[in-house]
């Protein structure tokens, strides 16, 4: 859950967005979260079908929504629903988003495996990682030290756990920061004092997954939406999708998309 | 024919001295442009002091003190490593070690200096910061002082070999000359050779920093990475060039973290500069004082 950008692309990416639209051309903007899955899917569709021309672009929930009420893009990457302010703009202007859930989110909270802690509530959590407990012993546990391990401020993940796990809050600024969700669960394997956030794909015997307000993260738990800190990934259509911007999201739903969701750390429909 | 040929192997040779200036000249430029909007939003004191430093929080905090400050932490650390090793290995080359000794020693040091730096952080996250969280007893070996030893150790090479060059200039008169009015080789050495190469090995020791507060792959792997001014030496750090190096990938362009990144960028670009600078000025002195003024 990781995008690369550096002004080459940038530059590349404004020369063809300048260029007039052609027939055939998708562009899809929006949420940094489900960025990953477009694109892998959007090279993965262009290579099956050399008719068709997917530009990605980031940007954030918000900026898609506006981009595909304004006409400017014709799918817009969300991982949130649709307010209604903005289907109330949309509705002036004649559009009507249609969701297609592409993906579920889900994070699980990991600790070292010599950890006798089972679970923690989500504000237990978020204590631990605004800075409000420091130590184990204030959550039940041993008199140590908490090692908070959290991801590099501008990773899609950060972003999904301090929205769905820290209500916004920051995140302590002595927290141990690492580059990627392989970082973050190599750091708690070796740390008996941490505890960290990766995605559910990134569990593995040399952590623990703890129990979050007593349910455990799984793939039945992320896809039941039970689990708390889980959320679904839409991609917005102006309407009923038609022609290639069908094909496209009949691709990203379809056994094979579904795949790739899951090989970029997310967890598929199916 | 030859005349034409020999013009254009100098026009050749002057091209090529020249662009290393362009490239500066380039490189300064794009700091400045790219650096400078973000002070158009923020006031340079709030981003040199500010204590906070949170370029995604709504609204966001450029306060960079505390990347300066994890930056500091680990070059004076490294400092407290490479000085001594560095500085003793020159005296050892130069002053104690036989032929045989030197033709191993010599090359081994600059090995060391041809070592990618990614090699030296990941034996630093995976062997010495693992280790030092057992032996100490801390809580993550992922902090300044882990750093601090893998910067010293890395800056080792270039201290060694700058000053044991420097230790090599002295004239073979002066330790003579020290040596017939009855000084033993101790006294020589402290009283004698070294105050003689004495601004050589400063500019070593400088180059050494210059190297340290540079590095960037090391500290990204084995600081930790936390934006906080150290209380401790076993606190985590963000130095400047790992904070760069993580965000940049990921801050849109154009935007006000964009920006604010290659404001850092130019705080460390006028850091090392000034370093190179003293380093020079050190060094020129240093050739005046014996003799070998050009």
């Known amino acids: 859950m990781k995008i690369k950008m550096n002004g080459i692309t940038a530059a590349l990416l404004a020369a063809v967005l300048a260029a007039p639209a052609s027939a055939g051309k998708i562009v899809m903007e929006g949420s940094t979260t489900v960025l990953p899955i477009a694109q892998k899917a959007a090279e993965a569709y262009m290579k099956r079908s050399p008719g068709a021309e997917i530009v990605v672009r980031g940007g954030g929930s918000g900026v898609g929504l506006a981009s595909l009420i304004d006409g400017t893009c014709g799918i817009a990457n969300a991982s949130r629903a649709i307010k209604s302010s903005e289907l109330d703009k949309a509705a002036k202007k004649k559009r009507a988003p249609k969701a297609h859930m592409v993906a579920m989110d889900g994070l699980s909270v990991i600790v070292h495996p010599s950890n006798g802690l089972k679970g923690l509530s989500l504000a237990q959590i978020r204590d631990i990682f605004t800075g409000r407990i420091s130590n184990w012993s204030k959550v039940g546990g041993p008199d140590m030290k908490i090692v908070a391990v959290s991801r590099d401020s501008a990773s899609g993940t950060f972003e999904a756990f301090g929205e769905l796990a820290l209500e916004k809050k920051r995140v302590r600024p002595d927290a141990i920061v690492q580059a990627s969700n392989q970082g973050v669960a190599s750091v708690v394997a070796r740390t008996p004092g941490a505890i960290g956030y990766v995605g559910l794909g990134y569990l593995s015997e040399s952590v623990k997954a703890l129990e979050v307000n007593g349910i455990m993260p799984s793939r039945q738990t992320v896809l039941s939406n039970k689990y708390p800190i889980s959320r679904p990934l839409f991609m917005y259509t102006d309407g009923v999708p038609q022609g290639d911007i069908k094909g496209f999201i009949d691709f990203v739903k379809s056994a094979e998309g579904q795949k790739l969701a899951e090989e970029e750390g997310f967890v598929g429909l199916r | ?294």
């Open chain 2, 1 to 294: 024919m030859r005349c034409r040929k020999e013009k254009l192997i100098r026009y050749g040779f002057t091209a090529a001295a020249f662009t290393a200036l362009v490239f500066l000249v380039g490189i300064v430029a794009v700091l400045f442009t790219e650096a400078l909007p973000l002070f158009r939003k923020v006031r340079v004191a709030d981003f040199l002091f500010g204590r906070v430093w949170y370029p995604t929080g709504e609204p966001a905090d450029f306060g960079i003190l505390p990347l300066i400050a994890g930056s500091f932490w680990v070059t004076l650390g490294a400092l407290l490593v490479c000085v001594p090793l560095g500085v003793g290995s020159a005296l050892y080359l130069n002053e104690l070690a036989g032929p045989k000794q030197k033709a191993v020693l010599k090359p081994a040091v600059e090995i060391l200096a041809g070592v990618p730096s990614i090699v030296y952080g990941f034996f630093g996250m995976v062997v010495i910061a693992p280790l030092l969280q057992d032996l100490l007893g801390l809580p993550i070996g992922l902090c300044a002082f882990t750093a601090s030893l893998i910067l010293g150790l890395m800056a080792t090479p270039t201290v060694a070999s700058v000053a044991e060059d420097a230790l090599g200039f002295v004239p073979r008169s002066f330790r003579e000359a020290s040596f017939a009015l009855g000084a033993d080789r101790w006294r020589t050495l402290t009283k004698v050779v070294i105050p003689a190469a004495g601004s050589g090995i400063s500019t070593a020791i400088i180059l050494g920093m210059s190297r340290a507060i540079g590095e960037t792959m090391t500290v990204l792997m084995v600081a930790g990475g936390a934006a906080i001014i150290p209380a401790s030496a076993f606190d985590p750090v963000r130095p400047m060039t790992s904070a760069i190096a993580a965000e940049m990938g990921e801050a849109p362009v154009g935007g006000e973290h964009y920006h604010a990144l290659f404001a850092i960028a130019l705080v460390l670009f006028l850091v090392t500069f000034v370093f190179n600078i003293a380093a020079e000025l050190i060094s020129r002195r240093f050739r005046l004082k014996l003799g070998h003024a050009r």
